[in-house]
């Protein structure tokens, strides 16, 4: 759908797009709900099959058809499809336990789904809860490749909640796990792109240039022109962008080199375009880019006219960035009153987009040369450069946070990329109930005592209710935070359940451990609402007996933290040093 206006910058559907934080959405580029393998110039893959089911095809046109909808729609549409989407989710998990629906094809129902209730922006129907059992249930299965592209869809809600922490830890589980990927799949390709767009949008230029190549040279290792020709384009386009930084930023001769490279990759680009049949399924809205990088590296060249082809309309980020290429073309050629006013008009054709940062600072600043006449426009370009330096040093230290955490990660995963995926709750980053049994038979209960808690959030149904499920999951995380900063680094903190948490305290005797969760449920009903929601929790502490085993244990916190929730919530219950026989 070459005029849709909400095409994406990640998270999951191909990746033609501008936009917002919402995967959208040619018939064609509807990666959640792909097929595992293609069927045609497949190549040699070193990778089992997996199992198909009986309805992973009728499943696969069926949500199409309602993302396509979605994508196309208006806002009422849009709310009528994800009802729509939802019902086909019920569907799909009743199939999934009859063995009648594929694991695979439930990953990418389950994608779409979320992808839908985004689109719709319903308060009721919100797709962070479709995210998280999707990075469960890929994990569950050990689908890697579908991991991937969910925890890059996970990192893409995270920034349009204004989560940079979070983003960046999902992209970081995003590459570790494609790193490790050797299958020859649409999936790894998909991946690979969703995650270079994740990058993108945290303004991490040089990371998402390179696996958006990598992606591409994946597309077309499998044959799949139409989507390599597209990621060739986000390649293009995120090299020029940095380029365009580095030129604001004083750093001319870098930026030329950026433009170089952009251009070269840009002309083999066009050349698989034209030469190919894909010619017929992907129009010159999506030669934007190329058009733009041609232009930029060639200065003296006549691009004009190309460049206004590309621009007729806009609806795609190439179709951006070559309108911001005709304005310096403009520019150059002493126009400078044509070339402000089509930037003016560029500017509020954009607005009804939400743009990456790299595509947002280049819009916001337009043309360098360009003549400001009065006061008012200089200050303002000088307070931009101000900030775009800024902003610049927030982007290095991005950079070297995520190397830093993708080395940590690496080193846990071995050479496997599901390797201790499941050590991690994609809610609260810590670890989940899978490591529990593990924590617990490493204990040495006879040489030192062990303390064991369980914070119960008090009613987190209720603010779910009352917010939003994204309320609830702020609410989880803000408590993880507390417990996890009250406690030493050698105890244990764990994700158990929907609402609670378990910690793990060695060398701590009962009376100290029922102090320090006292302190843990004054520190939680301090938080402000913004980040608490007004919770309260609820705590049973116990000492660990070294002749009971864990299931016991847990059993009984589970109950001394039933007392304190039957006592008003907001409190410490300690149950009996002696464990009673179950």
């Not at 997996?50 to 208006?74: H, K, N, S």
Request: include cysteine; glycine fraction near 8%.
């Amino acid at each position: 759908m070459p005029g849709c206006p909400d095409r994406v910058t990640a998270g999951g559907l191909g990746r033609v797009g501008v936009a917002s934080p919402v995967p959208c959405c040619r018939h064609e580029e509807v990666a959640a709900l792909n097929r595992v393998h293609t069927t045609e110039h497949e190549t040699e893959a070193p990778h089992a099959v997996p199992p198909t089911g009986a309805l992973d095809e009728a499943f696969l046109g069926e949500g199409r058809q309602l993302v396509d909808r979605a994508c196309t729609g208006d806002h009422r549409e849009r709310g009528q499809t994800a009802v729509m989407i939802d019902d086909l989710l019920d569907r799909a998990r009743s199939s999934l336990r009859s063995g009648m629906l594929s694991p695979p094809g439930y990953a990418r129902v389950l994608r779409a789904s979320a992808l839908v209730r985004n689109m719709a922006r319903l308060p009721e129907l919100p797709p962070d809860p479709l995210v998280h059992d999707l990075v469960a249930h890929t994990v569950r299965h050990g689908l890697a490749a579908h991991n991937a592209a969910a925890q890059a869809l996970r990192g893409t809600l995270a920034i349009s909640r204004g989560l940079v922490d979070e983003a960046l830890d999902a992209a970081v589980d995003a590459m570790a796990t494609v790193e490790l990927l050797d299958e020859h799949t649409v999936e790894r390709a998909l991946a690979m792109s969703d995650t270079a767009a994740l990058l993108d949008m945290l303004g991490l230029g040089e990371l998402s240039t390179d696996l958006y190549g990598r992606a591409a040279a994946a597309f077309g290792e499998i044959g799949m022109l139409t989507y390599q020709i597209m990621i060739t384009g986000d390649q293009v386009r995120t090299e020029v962008l940095h380029g365009m930084w580095l030129e604001r930023l004083g750093q001319a001769e870098a930026g030329a080199e950026r433009f170089a490279a952009a251009a070269q990759v840009a002309e083999s680009g066009m050349r698989l375009w034209q030469d190919s049949d894909s010619a017929l399924e992907l129009d010159e809205d999506f030669a934007a880019d190329f058009h733009a990088a041609i232009a930029l590296a060639d200065p003296d060249g006549d691009h004009e006219e190309a460049l206004r082809k590309a621009t007729s309309r806009i609806a795609l980020p190439g179709q951006i960035l070559a309108g911001l290429v005709l304005v310096r073309v403009m520019a150059a050629a002493g126009r400078h009153a044509e070339a402000d006013a089509a930037l003016f008009d560029l500017r509020a054709a954009c607005q009804r987009f939400q743009l990456g940062m790299p595509l947002r600072l280049a819009l916001a600043r337009g043309v360098l040369d360009l003549p400001r006449e009065d006061e008012g426009s200089s200050a303002v370009v000088a307070y931009l450069t101000q900030i775009e330096d800024e902003l610049w040093v927030m982007r290095s230290a991005r950079t070297r946070a995520l190397h830093a955490r993708l080395e940590h990660e690496r080193l846990r995963r071995g050479r496997s990329p599901m390797r201790a995926l499941t050590a991690k709750d994609p809610v609260t980053a810590l670890p989940d109930r899978t490591v529990l049994d593990e924590l617990l038979g490493s204990l040495d209960l006879a040489a030192r005592p062990v303390a064991m808690a369980i914070v119960d959030v008090d009613d987190l149904v209720r603010i779910n209710q009352r917010g939003s499920f994204a309320d609830g999951d702020a609410t989880l995380r803000a408590v993880a935070v507390t417990v996890r900063g009250a406690v030493r680094p050698e105890d244990a903190v764990v994700r158990y359940s929907a609402d609670d948490f378990v910690v793990l305290m060695p060398g701590r005797t009962l009376d100290e451990a029922a102090e320090l969760m006292r302190g843990v449920v004054t520190a939680v009903t301090e938080l402000t609402h913004d980040r608490g929601h007004g919770a309260t929790v609820s705590i049973g502490v116990i000492a660990v007996d070294p002749h009971e085993g864990g299931e016991n244990a847990l059993a009984r916190a589970d109950d001394a933290t039933g007392q304190a929730r039957a006592r008003g919530g907001s409190q410490v219950a300690v149950a009996p040093t002696t464990p009673a026989p179950r």
